[in-house]
C-alpha cells in the first residue's frame, strides 16, 4: 500500500475508533508477528486498530467489506501458527481493549468476559470464587480467551478436559457484513439452531471476531496430585502411558518430553533428573481427596512397574517447569519450527522415532514433548534464525513430519490451528466433500473474504 493510501486508510479507521484507536509508528511493531517470529514469519500491517466495543468492530466489518479492506484479528500474538500474522497486510484487530467481566454468577458455575481477557485472568477469577477454568494453554499470562476459542486452544489438561471449546457455552461476534450476533448464552441446554457456537470455536478469525465468550466452570477439584515418571526410551514411556488408560485411571494429564527435550529443562526440574533418563511423563490426578488418592496410587503403581524414578512434586513447582519447554526449546539455538501433529495413542512412539529420523536425515536437532494421553506432539526442529538454509530444512521437515503424522492415522493439528503455517494441509487429511464444505462455510460467513484471508484455507 502506497504512503499515500495508509495515511487516507488511517483517517477513515480513525473516523471508527477514534484517534486513540489507531496505533502508528513503532507502536505498531508488536503487531508484525506472533510466537512464530523465531521461525521467521512478519508481516507489515496496513493499520493497527484497537476497538473498544463491539458495536466499534461491527462499523470496522462493515468498512472493510465496503471496501474489500483485509482485517486480521489478533489476541494476546501467542499463536503458533502465524494466524494473527498479517502476512500480506491488512488492518490488524487488535482486541485488548475487550477486557471487561460481563457476569460472573459462582453459584451456576458461568463467567461472561470481553474477548481480551488473558486465559490466567479467566483461570483466576474462577480460582478466587471457588471453581476451576480446565483450558490451560502455556501462555496464559498473553494470550487472550479470546484467541483460545478462535484456536480451540489446548494444554495439558485437555486430557481429561478436552479443548477450550468444551467450556463455551455462548459467543457474541461480529461477521460481515457488520452484524454483532449472539449464539448460545448462560443456559444449560440450548439445541435449536445448527450449532453455529461450535463453527466459531476454532475458526481463527476467519468466519467472524469474537467480542466476548460465556464460559462454563467446574467446582475446584480438592486434590490435585501430580506424579512425574522417569524412563529409559520413548517405547518403555508411550507403552507406560497406554497402560495407565487401558487400566482406567482417569487421569487428568498425561504429558510427556522426549530426551532431548528433557535434556533443555533438566536443571530446572526441582530435583536431579535420573541421568540415564530418556522419556519422562508428567501426569497428575485430581478431584475429592480421597478418590484423587486412590487414582493417583494406582497411576504410580502402574508407571512405577517400568520407570526409573517416579516423583510426587508439588502441581505449581512441576507445571511451572512443564510451560518453560517451549521456551527453553526456542532458548537452545535461537529458533525452532514446530508443528503440533497429532496420531493414535498407539503409534506415539512411532511419531517420537520419525521425528528423530527426519532431524538427523535434514541435520537438524529435535526434540518432541506434548500431550502424550492426546497423542499430540510438539515436533521441533531446532534452527538459528539467521541462517536461511536451517530455515529452509526446518520447513521442509515440517512439511515430512505432515506426511508422517497422516501416515500413522492422525493429522496436522491437534490445537494449534492452521493459520498461515499449515495452510493447504488439510488437503491431505480431508476427503473432497469435506474441504468443499469446509470452503462453502467460509463463503456463507464471510463472500467478500475480508476476515483474515489466506489463513485456515484448506487447500492451496
Ligand atoms: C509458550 C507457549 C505455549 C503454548 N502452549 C499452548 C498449549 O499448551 N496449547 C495450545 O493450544 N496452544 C498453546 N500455545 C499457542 C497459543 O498460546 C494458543 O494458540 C492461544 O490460544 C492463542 O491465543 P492468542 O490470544 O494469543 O491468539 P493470537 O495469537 O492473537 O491469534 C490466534 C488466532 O486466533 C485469531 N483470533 C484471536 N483473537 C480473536 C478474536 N477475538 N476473534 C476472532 N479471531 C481471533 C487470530 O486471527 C489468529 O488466527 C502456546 C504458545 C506459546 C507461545
Not at 157 to 186: C, L, Q, S
Amino acid at each position: 500500500m502506497s504512503a499515500g493510501a495508509t495515511v487516507s486508510l488511517a483517517r477513515e479507521l480513525r473516523g471508527i475508533v477514534g484517534e486513540d484507536g489507531v496505533l502508528t509508528g513503532a507502536a505498531t511493531a508488536p503487531y508484525e508477528t506472533d510466537a512464530t517470529a523465531s521461525r521467521g514469519l512478519r508481516g507489515v500491517p496496513d493499520a493497527v486498530v484497537v476497538p473498544s466495543s463491539a458495536e466499534e468492530v461491527a462499523e470496522l466489518v462493515a468498512f472493510a467489506c465496503a471496501r474489500g479492506v483485509a482485517l486480521v484479528p489478533r489476541g494476546g500474538g501467542t499463536g503458533l501458527a502465524g494466524g494473527a500474522v498479517p502476512v500480506e497486510g491488512g488492518v490488524v484487530v487488535s482486541l485488548e481493549r475487550l477486557g471487561g467481566v460481563h457476569e460472573l454468577t459462582p453459584e451456576a458455575w458461568r463467567l461472561s468476559v470481553g474477548a481480551g481477557v488473558t486465559t490466567a485472568t479467566v483461570r483466576r477469577l474462577a480460582r478466587e470464587n471457588g471453581l476451576f477454568f480446565p483450558p490451560d494453554p502455556g501462555a496464559a499470562e498473553q494470550s487472550h480467551i479470546g484467541g483460545n476459542v478462535a484456536t480451540n486452544a489446548g494444554g495439558p489438561h485437555a486430557f481429561k478436559y478436552g479443548n477450550t471449546g468444551t467450556w463455551v457455552t455462548g459467543i457474541e461476534a461480529v461477521v460481515p457484513p457488520g452484524e454483532v450476533v449472539r449464539v448460545g448464552g448462560d443456559q444449560r441446554k440450548d439445541v435449536g439452531g445448527y450449532d453455529i457456537k461450535s463453527l466459531l470455536v476454532g475458526s481463527e478469525g476467519t468466519l467472524g471476531i469474537i467480542t466476548a465468550v460465556t464460559l462454563r466452570l467446574l467446582p475446584a477439584p480438592e486434590a490435585l496430585l501430580p506424579i512425574v515418571a522417569f524412563f529409559a526410551d520413548a517405547e518403555s514411556g508411550c507403552a507406560a502411558v497406554a497402560e495407565v488408560i487401558a487400566n482406567g485411571i482417569e487421569a487428568a494429564a498425561l504429558d510427556f518430553l522426549d530426551g532431548p527435550s528433557l535434556e533443555v529443562v533438566r536443571g530446572a526440574y526441582p530435583e536431579a533428573v535420573p541421568d540415564d533418563a530418556g522419556f519422562v511423563l508428567i501426569s497428575e490426578v485430581d478431584g475429592p481427596a480421597e478418590e484423587a488418592a486412590r487414582q493417583a496410587a494406582e497411576l504410580q503403581a502402574c508407571v512405577a512397574e517400568t520407570a526409573i524414578r517416579t516423583d510426587t512434586p508439588v502441581p505449581a513447582e512441576v507445571w511451572r517447569w512443564r510451560d518453560g519447554v517451549s521456551g527453553a526449546m526456542s532458548g537452545a539455538r535461537g529458533g525452532k519450527v514446530s508443528e503440533d501433529i497429532f496420531v493414535p495413542l498407539p503409534r506415539l512412539a512411532d511419531a517420537i522415532r520419525g521425528v528423530h529420523e527426519i532431524g538427523a536425515e535434514l541435520d537438524l536437532p529435535t526434540g518432541t514433548w506434548g500431550h502424550a494421553g492426546d497423542g499430540n506432539l510438539h515436533a521441533s526442529f531446532l534452527i538459528d534464525p539467521s541462517d536461511p538454509a536451517q530455515l529452509d530444512r526446518a520447513n521442509g521437515a515440517a512439511d515430512r513430519l505432515f506426511t508422517l503424522a497422516i501416515d500413522l492415522g492422525g493429522g496436522v493439528t491437534g490445537e494449534h490451528g492452521i493459520g498461515w503455517v499449515k495452510r493447504g494441509q488439510l488437503a491431505r487429511q480431508w476427503t473432497e466433500g469435506a474441504i468443499v464444505l469446509h470452503e462453502q462455510i467460509k463463503r456463507s460467513f464471510d463472500p467478500a473474504n475480508v476476515l483474515n484471508p489466506g489463513k485456515k484455507v484448506a487447500r492451496l
